[in-house]
């Protein structure tokens, strides 16, 4: 997918999954012109400078500086298995090193360091079929908790990644029984990271590539 955005031609990692033939892909490929040409490289890790909106955070002295994040919560599609899904998160901190960063502090200064991709990614997959529909958002508030008090901006990355599956879309299929039988389902991808490493252009960014 990145190489291919180095060469001026558009596709995301989830159409990468549901299409995976050149023949398949030729259509939903969208080129684009004047794309600048970036030389190829693997994985960027080591020290990094902090950026002025890095160092304007740690002037500041928040008392509880690991806990100052962002999430989304986005429709993911069903068309693709949590694995597929936990592969395109895979992806995404490959590419986006910024994400993969970690922040030590030695006296009074604050230093960046790049990290490597984890073998083993900080995800989470949640089945909310189990659970009435009225208990859905709550459920997903809750763990959305727990995920945004775990962040650590010592230890990278600083993304972290949950799919909520069975989840009743609204407004769609009609109940009987239970409630629970004949409703379509949808599920939910909840990203949420710490602000020192995303921000409103940012989250656009990981949107496109998604």
């Known amino acids: 997918v990145f190489r291919a955005k180095q060469h001026g031609l558009h596709l995301t990692v989830k159409q990468l999954f549901q299409h995976q033939t050149i023949a398949e892909l030729a259509p939903v490929t969208e080129q684009r012109q004047h794309v ?3 030389a190829e490289q693997g994985t960027v890790t080591g020290p990094t400078q902090l ?13 509880h500086p690991d806990h100052v994040n962002q999430s989304l919560l986005i429709e993911a599609d069903t068309d693709l298995t949590p694995q597929q899904w936990q592969h395109i998160v895979r992806a995404l901190l490959h590419h986006h090193d910024t994400l993969r960063t970690r922040f030590l502090r030695e006296g009074d200064h604050w230093h960046a360091e790049i990290t490597d991709v984890p073998h083993t990614l900080p995800w989470q997959e949640h089945d909310l ?19 945004q008090s775990s962040i650590d ?12 599956t069975g989840s009743r879309a609204p407004g769609r299929g009609s109940d009987t029984g239970s409630g629970l039988e004949g ?16 921000d409103v252009v940012s989250w656009r960014i990981i ?3 998604l």
């Open 207 to 209: 949107l496109e590539d």
């Open 51 to 63: 950026t002025p909106i890095q160092h304007w955070f740690f002037d500041q002295d928040f008392a």
């Open 183 to 198: 409703v379509e389902r949808e599920n939910r991808l909840l990203l949420v990271a710490h602000h020192l490493v995303v």
């Open 153 to 164: 901006i010592s230890t990278a990355p600083l993304l972290r990644a949950a799919l909520f």
């Open 129 to 147: 079929s189990a659970h009435p529909p009225t208990e859905h958002d709550d459920h997903v508030q809750r763990i959305a908790d727990q995920i």
């Open 36 to 38: 600048r040409a970036t």
